[in-house]
């Protein structure tokens, strides 16, 4: 793995060359969806469907929620994973069961996202959470298979950097009544919770007021609750499906942001 390139992911605000498309090809209960990640870049992903058993949307291992990656037994032009956790990122590889038979010297092995020395990685990557996938080879196409998941979620923001996604695969604002997020918000435009929303090269950030702390901060009236940019605008918060954002908790402690959804 060249490890001077593959740094460059855990930069939150500095990523550049990054890019996602996503489309939902099943309005059923069952269903997927494609991810594109580019030649040589990387993908902010998300795992928005329930993958095999995981019926308590708590089990989705890495290494079971995508399909189409890319492995090579000698270990260097692997898909790699990102795992963001307390402000770092862990990276593993991805092997196909012969490939990681080959690159570490055992028999037997399963394809999925492996360590340095030969570990599979089966950490959760649970409905709420984003990652980054990095491809060095030509332009491939992630997907992910499952149940649509019909629940309430809670979904814990801790103070700092936060990498999530919303956890069904719906586009649309995530302050929306779908998505259900309530922010952090303060009047002078100092304490807001911060969206960091991938554009294909970077980030755009974007602040959370509330209605009538928008209208306070920018002189306004009439304003309701959402992300708005630097003059006042409301630009909202929609994202593909299939990919994750950040969202930045200025203010300490935890705030809880609780989704529902049910397919009709």
């Known amino acids: 793995m060249k490890t001077n390139t593959l740094l460059a992911a855990a930069a939150i605000l500095a990523v550049g060359g990054l890019a996602a498309q996503a489309q939902v090809y099943s309005q059923n209960v069952v269903g997927y969806y494609n991810i594109s990640v580019p030649t040589h870049g990387f993908a902010l992903v998300a795992n928005q469907l329930l993958n095999g058993s995981d019926t308590a949307q708590t089990n989705s291992s890495v290494s079971t929620a995508f399909t189409g990656l890319s492995s090579d037994p000698n270990g260097s032009t692997n898909t790699v994973i990102y795992l963001f956790s307390g402000g770092?990122?862990?990276?593993?590889?991805?092997?196909?069961?012969?490939d990681a038979d080959a690159n570490f010297f055992a028999s037997g092995s399963v394809s999925g996202f492996y360590d340095t020395i030969g570990n599979l990685i089966t950490t959760p990557l649970v409905q709420s959470a984003?990652?980054?996938?990095?491809n060095p080879n030509a332009a491939i196409?992630?997907?992910?298979?499952?149940?649509?998941?019909?629940?309430t979620n809670i979904?814990?923001?801790?103070?700092?950097?936060?990498?999530?996604?919303?956890?069904?695969?719906?586009?649309?604002n995530?302050?929306?009544?779908?998505?259900?997020?309530?922010g952090a918000s303060d009047p002078n435009g100092v304490n807001n919770d911060v969206i960091f929303k991938f554009t294909g090269g970077g980030y755009s950030a974007y602040q959370y007021f509330t209605g009538a702390d928008a209208d306070a901060n920018f002189f306004a009236s009439g304003s309701v609750s959402g992300f708005y940019d630097t003059v006042g605008n409301l630009v909202g918060s929609t994202v593909p499906v299939g990919q994750g954002f950040f969202i930045q908790h200025i203010v300490a402690g935890t705030e809880y942001w609780t989704?529902?959804?049910?397919?009709?």
């Open 130 to 134: 984003g990652a980054f996938l990095y």
């Open 88 to 98: 770092s990122y862990s990276a593993y590889q991805y092997f196909t069961g012969a």
């Open 174 to 182: 995530i302050e929306s009544t779908i998505g259900g997020f309530v």
């Open 155 to 172: 979904v814990a923001i801790h103070s700092g950097f936060n990498l999530l996604a919303l956890p069904i695969p719906v586009s649309t």
């Open 259 to 264: 989704n529902t959804f049910s397919v009709q």
């Open 141 to 151: 196409t992630a997907t992910v298979v499952g149940t649509v998941p019909q629940t």
